[in-house]
């Protein structure tokens, strides 16, 4: 450490007095000290001071650059080294460096630059507000021969693709077409996986995924499927996962998964296709996924379901009741949930089949199964009176809804129960079905669900009670009664927050439930009739003029 410490003293004078020659033997016993104990070495250039020295020796003309540039990124190796290298001043000069046109300055630059700003989201945000980002695109377009700094490239690129803040920058440069151009050039595995890490985070951004698909990435993407779908190495099962992920991130950008989608004439929408029916549970859960991203506006789900991919999909789910990955299951059901947005295309998958099923994954205990089952189904019965009321009456499945209404460990499982009980009340309108729910211990549920912080959920939930109160008021009175109904609906009705809807809906219900001797006697006792009476002077005028009939009903049978 002796050379080290004398070195390190005749560099303070050498860098005074400009001497080169004196002050590259200086900096070859540093790179010499820092090799043989990095650690210790870092220690004793912070200590001596040398540091804000090296600001001034990164000069772009000089011949020593390259080294100092290779010591900082030495030095930075060491966490404790970050902030002093930050604090000595080492960003902006390192910055300016990355325009040089020679080449090993370039790559010692991004090292140092990568090694301080290593884990630190701040010190990245400084560089990229800094605009090293063109800087680096147009890098990696000029030096894509030199392996090197194409690597310190990636690497650079994968750490500040991470921050939201880069990705308006990036989307500005042309990265899109010299990633794909460098991922076509790539023969082994390990390149493609890097180029792989810095465009998945970058695809998160939808101007760039438009770009990607622009510059070709799609058919690249393809060619890594049909090369590894067969492949039994653990790096093709790689490739082939991160090739069908990124495929399916890129159709999760509205325009970029129009453009692929091509009317459903597109040879990419073609391929994808091809995926659902494959012997591959990879490729069987990125074609479903890849259907279920495609099915986001209502002429893409009306050709799909035309052109029988509902079959594909049904296909696919009845070889995964055995084989039970749920993957695939969750993903073909979001599909066919997305299918059935539209109202032309209700009937057709129900004349498909698709609840029968849908119904055979009952059995599911897995909440993100369940919670698309659920989805589906509620979807498919929307506005379809027969289907709704074949569910609704089908002992099994109210049970199970049932069940889950109580899932209060899986938030989502349990509102799509409640949602789909009060669904299958609401189109059947069937006595028969609000019959099934009551026995099935159902409409404590939907008196719960009236009190949801979701209003489209209080909603539904007071309009198939109305239902239930005007079907069959007797079978329910006791459960009524034992859910506190008329405390709930008296809550809703006082309660400046609750919406028109609610209050409108709320005020129907009690005039439902006045047929109940008890549930009358409850309503007297509340004094429904001062809270009615103040909103007739509600602003809306549905809610007043409800108010008013209210009111008069409350008066003639008190």
């Known amino acids: 450490m002796d050379n080290l410490s004398d070195a390190l003293a005749k560099l303070k004078l050498a860098s005074t007095d400009s001497a080169s020659d004196s002050v590259e033997s200086c900096l070859d016993c540093l790179l010499k000290a820092l090799i043989n104990n990095n650690a210790e070495a870092s220690v004793k250039i912070q200590e001596m001071g040398i540091l804000p020295l090296f600001s001034t020796l990164l000069n772009p003309q000089s011949s020593c650059t390259p080294k100092v540039a290779n010591i900082i990124a030495e030095v930075a190796k060491n966490e404790f080294m970050r902030t002093p290298c930050v604090e000595a001043g080492l960003i902006p000069p390192l910055t300016q460096l990355l325009n040089s046109t020679d080449q090993e300055i370039l790559l010692q630059t991004g090292r140092a630059l990568g090694n301080i700003c290593y884990d630190s989201h701040s010190l990245q945000g400084q560089l990229i507000s800094m605009g090293v980002i063109p800087t680096l695109v147009k890098l990696l377009g000029i030096h894509s021969h030199n392996a090197a700094l194409t690597e310190m490239c990636l690497i650079a690129f994968g750490n500040l693709a991470e921050l939201e803040s880069s990705k308006e920058q990036f989307a500005s440069t042309n990265i899109a077409e010299e990633l794909v151009r460098l991922f076509q050039k790539q023969v082994e595995h390990e390149k493609k996986e890097m180029i792989f890490e810095v465009l998945a985070p970058l695809a998160e951004n939808d101007a760039i995924k438009l770009q990607m698909v622009e510059a070709g990435l799609v058919e690249c993407l393809l060619e890594v499927v049909a090369q590894t779908v067969d492949g039994k190495r653990e790096e093709d099962v790689a490739q082939l996962k991160t090739a069908s992920d ?61 052109t029988g991919i509902v079959q594909k999909l049904l296909e696919l789910l009845d070889r995964h009741i055995d084989e039970g990955n749920v993957t695939v299951q969750h993903a073909a059901l979001s599909a066919l949930r997305n299918l059935a947005i539209p109202v032309v295309n209700k009937s057709k998958m129900l004349s498909a089949g ?84 009551i026995q099935g211990g159902g409409v404590k549920h939907l008196v719960t669900m009236a009190t949801s912080e979701h209003m489209i959920m209080q909603n539904e939930a007071l309009v198939a009670l109305g239902l239930i109160a005007a079907l069959d008021l007797v079978a329910a009175e006791k459960d009524f009664e034992e859910a506190n109904l008329i405390a709930v609906l008296h809550k809703l009705l006082s309660d400046e927050r609750s919406a028109p809807e609610i209050k409108y809906n709320s005020m129907i219900l009690i005039c439902a439930v006045m047929g109940s001797e008890p549930l009358h006697k409850e309503i007297q006792s509340r004094a429904f009739i001062d809270v009615v009476s103040k909103l007739r002077s509600h602003e809306n005028k549905t809610v007043s003029h409800q108010a008013s009939l209210t009111e008069q009903r409350l008066t003639a049978q008190s």
Do not use: Y
């Open 246 to 306: 990124l495929m399916v991130l890129l159709l999760l950008g509205d325009e970029s998964m129009q453009k692929l989608f091509e009317g459903g004439k597109g040879s990419v929408f073609q391929r994808v296709l091809s995926w659902i029916p494959s012997h591959n549970h990879q490729l069987q859960l990125a074609g479903a996924l890849a259907i279920a991203n495609f099915a986001r506006n209502d002429g893409n789900c009306i050709h799909m379901v035309d």
């Open 354 to 437: 698709v609840a029968d099923v849908v119904l055979k994954f009952l059995q599911s205990e897995m909440p993100p199964v369940q919670f698309k089952l659920l989805g589906t189904l509620r979807m498919l019965i929307d506005t379809q009176v027969e289907a709704a009321d074949q569910l609704g009456t089908n002992g099994k499945l109210v049970e199970r809804l049932v069940e889950w209404c109580e899932a209060k460990d899986h938030a989502g499982v349990m509102g799509e129960s409640n949602r789909l009980l009060s669904a299958l009340i609401r189109h059947s309108k069937s006595k028969d079905v609000v019959r099934t729910v």
